[in-house]
T-cell receptor
């Protein structure tokens, strides 16, 4: 079946550090891949997405590249800020046979000043 | 409306009582999802509505949980005979898969506390 696996958190970094949150997936066919972010006390919101192999999604300094050969969609940011502290969810959606989204367990990021 | 609206934002109930949680999706969105997020946990899929198709109820944890979507818009998630383990944040999301975007827009959630 379809699944998403994220690195366990929490991840604690100092401001301006480099961030990587690993995400791998299992899916038949060619899913679309997403990163959602949940700031404290808020609902989830889309951070970035990629719809086909080798696409790079980017937003707010975050990037992720759809790697079909390694079934991965790792989230990276070159220099994190305190305001990036949140929970990050990797997700996939199949583009055929229904549109149910499969979410990873989430990775909590703490950024210290 | 401009976004997905959920009500109430907080609900405290006694064990054994029934509760209803409401979700108003973004106007025109044909897909609607319910998720449960327990403290410190990820998202647990509950149910998915798409247009007039039969809903995907595969995530409902027990027969105490049910949901309906009236007129293809507003949805109500009902939990009967609540238990303490039902305490969680219940999130609703909607999307417009007809545009091929498949981006889900989430409400702020309803925090349910069962005493």
């Amino acid at each position: 079946g379809n699944s998403v696996t994220q690195m366990e958190g929490p991840v604690t970094l100092s401001e301006e550090a480099f961030l990587t949150i690993n995400c791998t997936y299992t899916a038949t066919g060619y899913p679309s891949l997403f990163w959602y972010v949940q700031y404290p006390g808020e609902g989830l919101q889309l951070l970035l997405k990629a719809t086909k192999a080798d696409d790079k999604g980017s937003n707010k300094g975050f990037e992720a590249t759809y790697r079909k050969e390694t079934t991965s969609f790792h989230l990276e940011k070159g220099s994190v800020q305190v305001s990036d502290s949140a929970v990050y969810f990797c997700a996939l959606i199949k583009n055929t046979g229904g549109f149910k989204t499969i979410f990873g367990a989430g990775t909590r990021l703490f950024v210290k000043a | 409306g401009a976004g997905v609206s959920q009500s109430p934002s907080n609900k405290v109930t006694e064990k054994g009582k029934d509760v209803e949680l409401r979700c108003d999706p973004i106007s025109g969105h044909t897909a609607l999802y319910w998720y449960r997020q327990s403290l410190g946990q990820g998202l647990e899929f509950l149910i998915y509505f798409q247009g007039n198709s039969a809903p995907d109820k595969s995530g409902l944890p027990s027969d105490r949980f049910s949901a309906e979507r009236t007129g293809g818009s507003v949805s109500t998630l009902t939990i009967q005979r609540t238990q303490q383990e039902d305490s969680a944040v219940y999130l609703c999301a909607s999307s417009d898969p007809g545009q091929g975007k498949n981006i889900q827009y989430f409400g702020a959630g309803t925090r349910l506390s069962v005493l």
